[in-house]
C-alpha cells in the first residue's frame, strides 16, 4: 500500500503556466485563452471545433490533466460546450467550444480522451447532438426499447413537458430490438440478469453476461433504469428548490453532493462560509464518507458469502448511521448543508459523542480487517476479480477509491482543495493491483482516514457561526467540486437574474466508474460477478440521476 | 477461522426488541413532523410556506402534517422560528390508495413472509434502509420476513422509488408475476408522493400510479424500524392506521 | 408344425420375399416403387422375428447345407440359438426402419437420388445380414461380412453431392476392409489345423492351439471385428460415417450393423475359439470401459444431433463389451454362473441398445426434416411443433439414461452389478482393475444422463434459438406407429426382464457354460427346478415379506435378482422394473388426486415467463447446448485439448469492444492418438517407397532380376 504524501501530489501538479505555453505552441490561432470564471482556473476558447480532439489529446495525454466532464448549454441562438479537465494541483481548465443553433454535430473526442465516451452518449440521448466519429451513439438513456427516435427531452421545448399532466409520450417496447451482442462464438448466448434481481436489494440494472457456458467472456451492463432527469427537473426552479434535487439524487452521498452544489451556489453568489462552518463541513463529509466505506465493505463481505464479516460491518454501519442522526437528526444528513453553511449548529456534548462514535467505529474496522486478512477464502475471492490495470485505469480516468486502487491518486481534497481541506493533514492512499483485493485494501485505509480527519476538524473547533448571511446574488455562472465517497462530483450552475437556476450539470463519479466496469469484466467465472459489481461499490442511481 | 465465531460472540446480541418493546436507542428514527397548535395563523401560515413539497397544511391556527409528502428536509424543524412539534416515533404505516380498506395477509402468513424488493429509481437511501433490515441490529429473519429473488415466491412487493419510466415496465411485469395473494407496500415518500421528483415525463410520481398499492410506509428514508413496522402491518401482526386519519384528503 | 418347420419356412419365404422385393423397387416407378420397398421389407421383417422366434422359444436350431464347393468344403446355413438372438433384434429393428424408409418427408430431403437404387441396396443389406448371422461355415461368413461391408459403404455414400460425406464413406471402407483383413487372418490361424471350414471344424481345432496362437486369435479377432462395432482404438469412422449417412439409413446402421461386430466377437471369441486365459477377457473389459467412457465424454459435449447419437451408440457398444469381457473373464477363471450373468446383460443391451438407439436416430432425423438443422444449439421449441414426437423422444433419451421402468435400466444394472461380482476372482490385480472399469462404467452411466438432458431439453424445450421454419409435413402414420411400436418396445423390455432373461439365457448357456436363469429370475417365479443358493427358509422370509404379492393378477412379476453370500446369510440385490411401474403409476395418480382435491378452491393463473422484467426473452438468452455441456468440457479438459485457433478482440476506437472472436477447434482423442499417427506413418512410409518408383525401366528390371535371386537364395536354404 502506498500513499501519496503530498510530496509526491506536488510531483503530479500540472503548471498552468507550462500549460499555457504549451497551447500557444501547438494552437496558436485556434485558441484564445483567458482567465475562467466561477471556479474556473483557465478557460481556453476554441475557434475552430475541428482542433477539438488534438486539443483533448493534448491535455489528457500530453500535459498529463484529468478528465473531469462535458457541460452542454443550449443557449438563445447557439450550443455552449464546455469540456472540463483538470489540471492537479492548479485547478480546472475548461475548453469553450460555441457552435451555431443550427448546427447538428460536432466531433467527437472520445477517440481520444476515451473517458469522454459516455458524457457524449448523454448529450446525444438528451439533446439531439450529434458526435461525428463516435463509435456508438443512441440506445443510452433512452433505452431503443421504449422510447421513440427523436425525442431530445433536455432541449427547450420540452420545458413545457415537465409537468404532470403533460407525461404523454406513448412507449411501446418496440418488439425488432435486439442487443448488441460483442461475443460471435456459435454456442454462445447472452444470460439476461435484471433490471429486477438479485434476491432483494440490488438497484436497478440489466447485464447481458455473454458467456460459452462456463465462464462469462463479457458482461455489458445497461443503466440509466433510474433516469429522473434531474438536471431537466432543477430548471426554473429556484436555488433551495435545486439543492433539495443535489441533497435527494443519490442519497447515500447526500452530504457531499449537497455541499458540492452550495459551493457553486456560494461561488456563483460570492456567499463566504464561515470557519466554524467550514470545519463542521468537513467533520461531516468524512463521517459520511466513513459510513459509506462501513458499507460497501459490508456489500463486499456479503458477496462472498462470508455473512459475520458482512454483519459486522452492519454493525458498523448501523453505529455510525445512529450517531449521524443522534448528532444531526436525519440519517443520512439531509437538511444540513445550504448555501453559506450549515442550517445549524451543534453543541459540544453531542459532538464529544460523535467523537467517541467514530473512534469506535474505527477501531471496529481495523479489527475487522485484520480479521479478513487472516481468511483466506475470502482472499482468494476478492483477489484477481475484476482487474483494472493501471493504464486502462488512467485511459478510463477512473475516480475515487476504484481509481486509486488502479493507481490514480486523484483526490480532489488533494489536488484541487476545497473547503478548508488544505489545512489538514491526510494522506491519499494508493494501489497498483486493480483487484478487489486492492480495491477492499484503499476503502479500509480511506476509512481510517476519514476518522482521522474528523478528529482533526472537531480538534480545534472555535465558537462562532456556522452560515454566513445568505442573500441572493442575480446571475452567475459557477462549478461546484467534491470528492464525495465514490469519486469526484461536479456540480455545475447557471443562474439566472432572478436567482432561478437556468442550467444545472451534475457529473457524477459513478457516471465515469461505469464506462471503467466494463473492461473489468471481461473472461471472469459466473461466481465473481456479485464480488466483482461489490467491490467496484457502484451506484447506479448516483449514475443515471 | 474459528476466530469468527469468537469475534461474533465477543460482539453479543445487538438485536432489537422491537415488536415485543419499543426502540429507545438513539438515532434509529429522524422522527417526524406532527399536527401542531400554533399561536397564531400567521405563524401557521409561515410553517406552510417554509415546507417545500406541501406536507404541512395550515387551517386557522392549526397546521396538519401529510406524512406522505413530508422529504424529511427539516426546515420546518430548525428553519423556523416556532418549529412544528416533532414526534420521535416510528410507526408510521398507513392503509395505500386502493380503496376498499387494508386486509392483512392470511393467517398461514403470519409469521413467514417472503418480501419483494424493486428498485423503482430510488435514491439509495430507502434501499439501504431496506438493507439494514438484514443487519444484526433488525434481524427480520427472526420474525419471519425474508428476501426472495423471484416473484413466483413472494408475497409483498415492497416497492422503493417514484416509479421511472424506463423501471415502469419492469415493475408491473414483477407484481404480475407474483401470485396471489399479494401486498404491495409503497415505501418512501418518493413511492407515495413522488417527492421532490414528483410527477414528469420520466417519473410516475409514485407507485400509485401504476400499481394499487396496499399500504405506504411515509419518510424520506423511512428508518428501519418504520419499515419493519410496515411489514408487521401486512403480515397482520400490528394495526394499520386508516389512510382517513389525515384532516385533509391529499391531492396526488 | 413343429417349431422347426416353422423356422425353415419363414426362412425361405424371407429369401424369396427379399430378393422379389429387390428386385421390384428396382422396376417400379415413383410412388409404386416406394410402397413395394415398404411392404416387402416389413414382411421380410416379420418373418425375420418369426424365424429366430421360433427357434428361440423352442430351444431348436435348424443346418441347412447349400452347395459344395470342391475343394473348399459345404457352404451351410446355421441358425443356434446366438444367432436367433441377432436375427430376432434386427427384425426387431428392421420393421420400423422399413416403415422409415417410406417417409416422403425424408425422401423430399434428396429428392434427386433415385429410390430405386436405395431399394436394391437395403435389400441387398438385408439379405446379406442375415446370411451373416445364419453363416455355418468360414466361406459364407466371410463373402456376406464382405457383401455387407460393401453394402454399407454404398448406403453411407448414398448422397454423394457432399465431398466430406464421400470422405467418410471412404474411411468406413478403408476401416472395414482393414478389419476384415484381421478376420481373414485370425480365421487363417484357427484354420491352420483343421480338417475342413466349418464352424465344428474350427471349434474342435481350436482345443490345439498354442498359447500364443490363441492370443493372436483373439487379438485379431477382437480388433478385427471391433472396427464394425466401434471400439476404441478402431472406430474413428464411426461418428464420421453416421453424421454422412442419410437419415433414413443410419436406423439401420446403429440397430443392425453395429450388433454385427458384437456377434462376430461373441462367434469367434466366445464360441469357436473360446478364450482360455482370463487376460484376454481383461482387455476386453478394458477396451469396452474405455469406449464407453470416450464415447459419452464426446457425446455430451457435441451439438450436432447424429454426431452426439453415433457417439453415444459407441459409448453403449463399450458397455456390451465390456460386459462380454466381464463374461470371459469369469468363465476364463472358472467362476461360470458369473460369467452366465454377465453375458445376459450384455446381449440384453444389445436388445436394448437397438431398439432405442433406432428410435433415437429416427427421431434426429423427423427434426431434421422439420427444421432444417442438427445442430442443437439452433433448436428448441420443438415440443409444440411436434407434441406426439417429443413424447416418443422423451421415452427414449430415459431409457438410454437408464432411467427405470424403462429397458436401459435393466441391461446397465445387470452390467453393473455383474462386475460388482469380482470377488469370485482370485488375483487381485483382476479384482482392481473390476473395480476401476466399474467405476468407468458408472461415470458413463452419469454423463449419460447429463448428456440426454440436453439432447432433450435443448432440442424439444426452451423457445426456438435459431431462425428456421418449420416444415410442418409431418411424417405419415406409417412411421409413427413405427416410432410407437419401439416407445411401447422399451416399456415392455423394461417392465418384463424376467421373460426376456430365459430366452437370452438359451444363447447363453452354451457361451458361458452354466445357466443364469436361477440366479437372476428366482425359482417361485418360474417353474424351473429349485435353486441350491437359495435356501427353504430365506425363500420363505422372502415369501412374507411380500414377494409374492400380486401373483394372481400381475402377470410379469419383473423382480430380477442376483444372489450373493454363504447358504446361512444369502444376501440379494433386487430390481424390480414392473413393480415399480406400478408403484409409480400408483403414486402419480394418488398425488394428481390428492392435489386436485387440496387445491380445488384455487384459482391457476398463467402468466408469462419471468426473466427479471425484460420485455422479452429473446432466443439468444437462452441456454445453448454449448453452453450446457461445457462444464464438461472443461473438467475433462485433459481429454479434449481444445485448440483455441482465434481469439481476437475488435475494438473501435481503442476502447469500445465491437466483437470477440473465438474459435475453438478440438480433434478427436482417437483421432490424435491413432488416427493421425498412423496415417502419418502411412504417409512416411509409402513416400519412402515412392523413391523407388521413378520410372526408370532399368531399375524396374534391376528389381525383378534382384527379387528373383533373393528367392533362389532362399530356396536354397531352406
Known amino acids: 500500500m502506498s500513499v501519496t504524501t503530498s510530496a509526491e501530489a506536488s510531483?503530479?501538479?500540472?503548471?498552468?503556466?507550462?500549460?499555457?505555453?504549451?497551447?500557444?505552441?501547438?494552437?496558436?490561432?485556434?485558441?484564445?485563452?483567458?482567465?475562467?470564471?466561477?471556479?474556473?482556473?483557465?478557460?481556453?476558447?476554441?475557434?475552430?471545433?475541428?482542433?477539438?480532439?488534438?486539443?483533448?489529446?493534448?491535455?489528457?495525454?500530453?500535459?498529463?490533466?484529468?478528465?473531469?466532464?462535458?457541460?452542454?448549454?443550449?443557449?438563445?441562438?447557439?450550443?455552449?460546450?464546455?469540456?472540463?479537465?483538470?489540471?492537479?494541483?492548479?485547478?480546472?481548465?475548461?475548453?469553450?467550444?460555441?457552435?451555431?443553433?443550427?448546427?447538428?454535430?460536432?466531433?467527437?473526442?472520445?477517440?481520444?480522451?476515451?473517458?469522454?465516451?459516455?458524457?457524449e452518449r448523454e448529450v446525444e440521448d438528451l439533446f439531439g447532438l450529434s458526435f461525428e466519429g463516435h463509435p456508438r451513439l443512441g440506445d443510452f438513456i433512452l433505452h431503443d426499447q421504449l422510447w421513440p427516435e427523436g425525442v431530445a427531452p433536455h432541449r427547450k421545448p420540452h420545458r413545457k413537458a415537465v409537468d404532470a399532466q403533460q407525461a404523454q409520450l406513448r412507449h411501446r417496447p418496440n418488439p425488432d430490438w435486439q442487443p448488441l451482442l460483442v461475443v460471435k462464438d456459435p454456442g454462445s448466448f447472452a444470460m439476461p440478469v435484471g433490471p429486477v434481481y438479485e434476491g432483494g436489494t440490488g438497484e436497478s440494472l440489466h447485464f447481458l453476461l455473454e458467456t460459452v457456458g462456463e465462464d462469462v467472456v463479457r458482461a455489458a451492463p445497461r443503466l440509466f433504469y433510474k433516469f429522473r432527469a434531474v438536471e431537466k427537473i432543477a430548471e426554473e426552479r429556484g436555488v433551495m428548490e435545486g439543492l433539495l434535487l443535489a441533497e435527494r439524487f443519490a442519497a447515500t452521498s447526500a452530504f457531499a453532493h449537497s455541499m458540492g452544489f452550495s459551493m457553486a451556489v456560494e461561488r456563483a453568489w460570492n456567499l463566504e462560509v464561515p470557519e466554524r462552518g467550514q470545519r463542521l463541513r468537513v467533520a461531516l463529509a468524512e463521517l459520511e464518507r466513513l459510513r459509506h466505506h462501513a458499507g460497501t465493505i459490508a456489500d463486499i463481505c456479503g458477496s462472498t458469502a462470508l455473512e459475520v464479516a458482512a454483519s459486522q460491518a452492519g454493525i458498523i454501519e448501523e453505529e455510525l448511521l445512529r450517531a449521524s442522526c443522534g448528532l444531526t437528526g436525519h440519517r443520512y444528513f439531509f437538511g444540513l448543508n445550504t448555501p453559506?453553511?450549515?442550517?445549524?449548529?451543534?453543541?459540544?456534548?453531542?459532538?464529544?459523542?460523535?467523537?467517541?462514535?467514530?473512534?469506535?467505529?474505527?477501531?471496529?474496522?481495523?479489527?475487522?480487517?485484520?480479521?479478513?486478512?487472516?481468511?483466506?477464502?475470502?482472499?482468494?475471492?476478492?483477489?484477481?476479480?475484476?482487474?483494472?490495470?493501471?493504464?486502462?485505469?488512467?485511459?478510463?480516468?477512473?475516480?475515487?477509491?476504484?481509481?486509486?486502487?488502479?493507481?490514480?491518486?486523484?483526490?480532489?481534497?488533494?489536488?484541487?482543495?476545497?473547503?478548508?481541506?488544505?489545512?489538514?493533514?491526510?494522506a491519499v492512499p494508493r494501489e497498483k493491483e486493480g483487484d478487489g483485493y486492492a480495491r477492499l485494501r484503499v476503502l479500509f485505509e480511506e476509512a481510517y482516514q476519514s476518522a482521522g480527519l474528523i478528529g482533526q476538524a472537531l480538534e480545534h473547533l472555535e465558537p462562532g457561526a456556522v452560515c454566513g448571511p445568505l442573500r441572493a446574488g442575480g446571475s452567475g455562472v459557477a462549478l461546484g467540486w467534491v470528492e464525495a465517497p465514490i469519486g469526484a462530483a461536479l456540480h455545475w450552475v447557471r443562474l439566472g437574474d432572478s436567482g432561478r437556476i437556468e442550467r444545472y450539470r451534475l457529473i457524477t463519479p459513478s457516471f465515469n466508474n461505469w464506462l471503467g466496469f466494463h473492461v473489468a469484466v471481461e473472461d471472469f467465472a459466473f461466481q465473481d460477478f456479485p464480488i466483482i459489481l461489490a467491490t467496484f461499490g457502484l451506484s447506479a442511481t448516483e449514475c443515471d440521476r | 477461522m474459528s476466530f469468527w465465531f469468537w469475534h461474533g460472540l465477543r460482539n453479543g446480541i445487538r438485536t432489537t426488541g422491537y415488536p415485543r418493546v419499543p426502540e429507545t436507542a438513539t438515532g434509529v428514527s429522524p422522527g417526524r413532523p406532527l399536527?401542531?397548535?400554533?399561536?397564531?395563523?400567521?405563524?401557521?401560515?409561515?410553517?406552510?410556506?417554509?415546507?417545500?413539497?406541501?406536507?404541512?397544511?395550515?387551517?386557522?391556527?392549526?397546521?396538519?402534517?401529510?406524512?406522505?409528502?413530508?422529504?424529511?428536509?427539516?426546515?420546518?424543524?430548525?428553519?423556523?422560528?416556532?418549529?412544528?412539534?416533532?414526534?420521535?416515533?416510528?410507526?408510521?404505516?398507513?392503509?395505500?390508495?386502493?380503496?376498499?380498506?387494508?386486509?392483512?395477509?392470511?393467517?398461514?402468513?403470519?409469521?413467514?413472509?417472503?418480501?419483494?424488493?424493486?428498485?423503482?429509481?430510488?435514491?439509495?437511501?430507502?434501499?439501504?434502509?431496506?438493507?439494514?433490515?438484514?443487519?444484526?441490529?433488525?434481524?427480520?429473519?427472526?420474525?419471519?420476513?425474508?428476501?426472495?429473488?423471484?416473484?413466483?415466491?413472494?408475497?409483498?412487493?415492497?416497492?422503493?422509488?417514484?416509479?421511472?419510466?424506463?423501471?415502469?415496465?419492469?415493475?408491473?411485469?414483477?407484481?404480475?408475476?407474483?401470485?396471489?395473494?399479494?401486498k404491495v407496500i409503497a415505501v418512501g415518500t418518493c413511492a407515495i408522493t413522488g417527492g421532490v421528483f414528483g410527477r414528469t415525463f420520466v417519473s410516475a410520481g409514485g407507485v400509485a400510479s401504476v400499481l394499487p398499492v396496499d399500504l405506504e410506509v411515509p419518510g424520506e428514508p423511512p428508518p428501519p424500524l418504520a419499515i419493519l413496522h410496515g411489514l408487521l402491518v401486512a403480515m397482520g401482526r400490528k394495526p394499520v392506521a386508516p389512510r382517513e386519519s389525515y384532516p385533509t384528503e391529499r391531492t396526488a | 408344425?413343429?417349431?422347426?418347420?416353422?423356422?425353415?419356412?419363414?426362412?425361405?419365404?424371407?429369401?424369396?420375399?427379399?430378393?422379389?422385393?429387390?428386385?421390384?423397387?428396382?422396376?417400379?416407378?415413383?410412388?409404386?416403387?416406394?410402397?413395394?420397398?415398404?411392404?416387402?421389407?416389413?414382411?421380410?421383417?416379420?418373418?425375420?422375428?418369426l424365424a429366430a422366434g421360433a427357434a428361440l422359444f423352442s430351444g431348436q436350431g435348424v443346418e441347412v447345407s447349400l452347395w459344395k464347393i470342391a475343394g473348399v468344403g459345404t457352404l451351410t446355413l446355421r441358425l443356434d440359438m446366438l444367432s436367433s438372438i441377432f436375427v430376432f433384434t434386427a427384425g426387431l429393428v428392421y420393421l420400423p426402419a422399413s416403415l422409415y424408409a417410406g417417409n416422403l418427408a425424408q425422401?423430399?430431403?434428396?429428392?434427386?437420388?433415385?429410390?430405386?437404387?436405395?431399394?436394391?441396396?437395403?435389400?441387398?443389406?438385408?439379405?446379406?445380414?442375415?446370411?451373416?448371422?445364419?453363416?455355418?461355415?468360414?466361406?459364407?461368413?466371410?463373402?456376406?461380412?464382405?457383401?455387407?461391408?460393401?453394402?454399407?459403404?454404398?448406403?453411407?455414400?448414398?448422397?454423394?453431392?457432399?465431398?466430406?460425406?464421400?470422405?467418410?464413406?471412404?474411411?468406413?471402407?478403408?476401416?472395414?476392409?482393414?478389419?476384415?483383413?484381421?478376420?481373414?487372418?485370425?480365421?487363417?490361424?484357427?484354420?491352420?489345423?483343421?480338417?475342413?471350414?466349418?464352424?465344428?471344424?474350427?471349434?474342435?481345432?481350436?482345443?490345439?492351439?498354442?498359447?500364443?496362437?490363441?492370443?493372436?486369435?483373439?487379438?485379431?479377432?477382437?480388433?478385427?471385428?471391433g472396427v464394425k462395432a466401434g471400439l476404441v482404438p478402431v472406430n474413428f469412422w464411426l461418428p464420421r460415417s453416421y453424421t454422412a449417412a442419410p437419415s433414413i439409413f443410419v436406423p439401420v446402421l446403429a440397430g443392425v450393423t453395429l450388433n454385427l461386430g458384437l456377434y462376430g466377437i461373441l462367434r469367434l471369441n466366445g464360441d469357436l475359439v473360446p478364450a482360455q486365459s482370463p487376460a484376454m477377457g481383461m482387455v476386453a473389459l478394458i477396451v469396452g470401459s474405455a469406449t464407453a467412457l470416450v464415447g459419452i465424454l464426446y457425446a455430451t459435449t457435441e451439438s450436432d444431433l447424429k454426431t452426439m447419437l453415433a457417439h453415444s451408440s459407441i459409448e453403449n457398444s463399450g458397455i456390451i463389451v465390456a460386459g462380454v469381457g466381464a463374461s470371459l473373464v469369469f468363465r476364463a477363471s472358472g467362476a461360470l454362473v458369473p460369467a452366465a450373468i454377465a453375458?445376459?446383460?450384455?446381449?440384453?443391451?444389445?436388445?436394448?441398445?437397438?431398439?432405442?438407439?433406432?428410435?433415437?436416430?429416427?427421431?434426429?432425423?423427423?427434426?431434421?426434416?422439420?427444421?432444417?438443422?442438427?445442430?442443437?444449439?439452433?433448436?428448441?421449441?420443438?415440443?409444440?411443433?411436434?407434441?406426439?414426437?417429443?413424447?416418443?423422444?422423451?421415452v427414449g433419451c430415459l431409457s438410454i439414461a437408464a432411467v427405470p421402468p424403462f429397458n436401459g435400466f435393466v441391461s446397465e444394472w445387470l452390467t453393473l452389478q455383474s462386475l460388482l461380482r469380482s470377488a469370485v476372482l482370485a488375483s487381485p490385480g483382476e479384482r482392481i482393475l473390476f473395480a476401476l472399469c466399474g467405476a468407468a462404467l458408472a461415470l458413463t452411466a452419469a454423463l449419460a444422463v447429463t448428456c440426454f438432458v440436453k439432447v432433450y431439453a435443448m432440442s424439444f424445450l426452451g423457445i426456438r434459438r435459431g431462425q428456421w421454419q418449420p416444415h410442418t409435413s409431418a411424417s405419415g402414420g406409417q412411421a409413427r406407429f413405427g416410432l410407437a411400436y419401439l416407445a411401447i418396445a422399451c416399456l415392455l423390455l423394461g417392465v418384463l426382464p424376467t421373460y426376456i432373461i430365459p430366452v437370452l439365457n438359451r444363447a447363453v448357456e452354451p457361451l458361458a457354460g452354466a445357466s443364469a436363469v436361477e440366479s437372476l429370475v428366482p425359482p417361485f417365479f418360474t417353474a424351473t427346478a429349485a435353486n441350491q443358493e437359495l435356501p427353504p427358509a430365506f425363500l420363505e422370509d422372502f415369501h412374507n415379506l411380500g414377494a409374492q404379492s400380486g401373483r394372481r393378477w400381475m402377470p410379469g412379476r419383473g423382480l430380477v435378482l442376483l444372489v450373493r453370500g454363504s447358504e446361512r446369510n444369502p444376501v440379494v440385490f433386487a430390481a424390480s422394473p414392473a413393480y415399480s411401474l406400478i408403484a409409480l403409476a400408483l403414486f402419480l395418480t394418488v398425488a394428481w388426486i390428492a392435489v386436485r382435491r387440496g387445491t380445488r378452491k384455487r384459482k391457476v393463473a398463467r402468466k408469462e415467463l419471468w426473466a427479471g422484467g425484460i420485455p422479452r426473452l429473446l432466443p439468444q438468452m437462452t441456454y445453448t447446448a454449448t453452453g450446457f455441456s461445457n462444464p464438461v468440457r472443461v473438467v475433462f479438459q485433459a481429454v479434449f485439448r481444445p485448440n483455441i485457433v482465434e481469439d481476437t478482440?475488435?475494438?473501435?476506437?481503442?476502447?469500445?469492444?465491437?466483437?470477440?472472436?473465438?474459435?475453438?477447434?478440438?480433434?478427436?482423442?482417437?483421432d490424435r492418438l491413432v488416427f493421425h499417427p498412423v496415417g502419418d506413418a502411412v504417409s512416411w512410409f509409402a513416400r519412402l517407397l515412392a523413391r523407388m518408383h521413378h520410372g526408370r525401366l532399368n531399375a524396374y528390371v534391376a528389381y525383378s532380376l534382384g527379387f528373383l535371386l533373393i528367392l533362389l537364395l532362399l530356396y536354397r536354404l531352406s
Open chain 1, 11 to 119: 510531483a503530479e501538479r500540472v503548471d498552468l503556466g507550462l500549460l499555457a505555453v504549451g497551447l500557444e505552441e501547438r494552437f496558436a490561432l485556434s485558441v484564445s485563452l483567458a482567465r475562467g470564471e466561477g471556479g474556473i482556473a483557465l478557460s481556453i476558447t476554441l475557434r475552430e471545433a475541428s482542433r477539438l480532439p488534438a486539443l483533448g489529446k493534448f491535455l489528457f495525454w500530453e500535459a498529463g490533466c484529468s478528465w473531469g466532464g462535458l457541460i452542454v448549454e443550449e443557449l438563445e441562438a447557439h450550443w455552449r460546450l464546455s469540456y472540463v479537465f483538470l489540471a492537479p494541483g492548479s485547478g480546472w481548465v475548461e475548453v469553450l467550444l460555441e457552435i451555431p443553433g443550427n448546427a447538428h454535430s460536432v466531433p467527437s473526442i472520445s477517440a481520444e480522451v476515451h473517458a469522454a465516451d459516455w458524457h
Open chain 1, 340 to 426: 453559506g453553511g450549515l442550517t445549524r449548529d451543534f453543541d459540544g456534548a453531542g459532538l464529544k459523542e460523535l467523537q467517541k462514535s467514530v473512534s469506535k467505529a474505527a477501531r471496529s474496522l481495523h479489527r475487522l480487517e485484520e480479521r479478513l486478512y487472516f481468511t483466506s477464502s475470502f482472499l482468494d475471492r476478492v483477489e484477481d476479480a475484476g482487474v483494472v490495470t493501471p493504464e486502462k485505469a488512467r485511459d478510463l480516468n477512473l475516480l475515487g477509491p476504484v481509481g486509486r486502487a488502479s493507481g490514480q491518486g486523484h483526490d480532489l481534497r488533494r489536488d484541487c482543495a476545497y473547503g478548508g481541506y488544505e489545512n489538514y493533514d491526510f
Open chain 2, 35 to 182: 399536527a401542531t397548535e400554533f399561536a397564531s395563523a400567521g405563524e401557521a401560515a409561515t410553517a406552510t410556506a417554509v415546507c417545500p413539497t406541501g406536507a404541512i397544511v395550515a387551517d386557522g391556527k392549526t397546521a396538519a402534517v401529510v406524512l406522505g409528502k413530508c422529504v424529511h428536509c427539516q426546515r420546518c424543524r430548525f428553519g423556523l422560528q416556532q418549529p412544528v412539534a416533532w414526534g420521535e416515533d416510528y410507526e408510521w404505516t398507513t392503509a395505500g390508495s386502493r380503496g376498499d380498506g387494508f386486509e392483512p395477509l392470511p393467517v398461514a402468513y403470519r409469521r413467514s413472509t417472503h418480501i419483494m424488493v424493486v428498485d423503482a429509481a430510488d435514491c439509495g437511501a430507502c434501499l439501504r434502509e431496506v438493507k439494514q433490515l438484514n443487519n444484526p441490529f433488525y434481524n427480520m429473519h427472526r420474525l419471519g420476513l425474508f428476501l426472495t429473488a423471484t416473484p413466483r415466491a413472494a408475497d409483498v412487493l415492497l416497492v422503493v422509488g417514484p416509479v421511472s419510466e424506463n423501471m415502469r415496465g419492469p415493475l408491473v411485469k414483477t407484481y404480475e408475476a407474483m401470485p396471489a395473494p399479494k
Open chain 3, 1 to 49: 408344425m413343429s417349431a422347426r418347420d416353422w423356422t425353415n419356412g419363414a426362412l425361405a419365404l424371407f429369401f424369396l420375399l427379399s430378393l422379389s422385393g429387390l428386385v421390384l423397387s428396382k422396376a417400379l416407378r415413383g410412388s409404386h416403387s416406394r410402397r413395394a420397398l415398404v411392404a416387402f421389407s416389413c414382411v421380410c421383417s416379420v418373418l425375420m422375428m
Open chain 3, 107 to 225: 425422401w423430399r430431403l434428396y429428392g434427386h437420388y433415385p429410390l430405386r437404387n436405395y431399394g436394391v441396396l437395403h435389400f441387398g443389406l438385408m439379405i446379406s445380414v442375415v446370411v451373416l448371422l445364419l453363416a455355418g461355415d468360414t466361406l459364407t461368413f466371410l463373402i456376406a461380412w464382405e457383401c455387407m461391408s460393401i453394402l454399407c459403404y454404398l448406403l453411407v455414400n448414398y448422397e454423394q453431392s457432399h465431398r466430406s460425406d464421400t470422405r467418410a464413406g471412404y474411411i468406413l471402407l478403408a476401416m472395414g476392409e482393414a478389419g476384415f483383413l484381421a478376420v481373414v487372418l485370425a480365421f487363417l490361424i484357427v484354420g491352420h489345423g483343421a480338417t475342413g471350414w466349418s464352424f465344428e471344424a474350427l471349434a474342435a481345432a481350436s482345443k490345439q492351439l498354442s498359447s500364443k496362437a490363441a492370443w493372436g486369435v483373439f487379438l485379431l479377432g477382437f480388433f478385427g471385428f
Open chain 3, 343 to 394: 453375458m445376459v446383460a450384455a446381449l440384453y443391451h444389445m436388445v436394448n441398445h437397438s431398439v432405442y438407439k433406432t428410435l433415437l436416430f429416427q427421431g434426429a432425423g423427423d427434426i431434421e426434416a422439420t427444421a432444417g438443422t442438427r445442430d442443437m444449439d439452433r433448436l428448441g421449441g420443438l415440443a409444440r411443433l411436434l407434441p406426439v414426437l417429443s413424447v416418443i423422444f422423451l
Open chain 3, 649 to 670: 478482440r475488435e475494438t473501435v476506437a481503442v476502447h469500445f469492444r465491437t466483437a470477440i472472436h473465438r474459435k475453438r477447434e478440438e480433434t478427436h482423442l482417437v
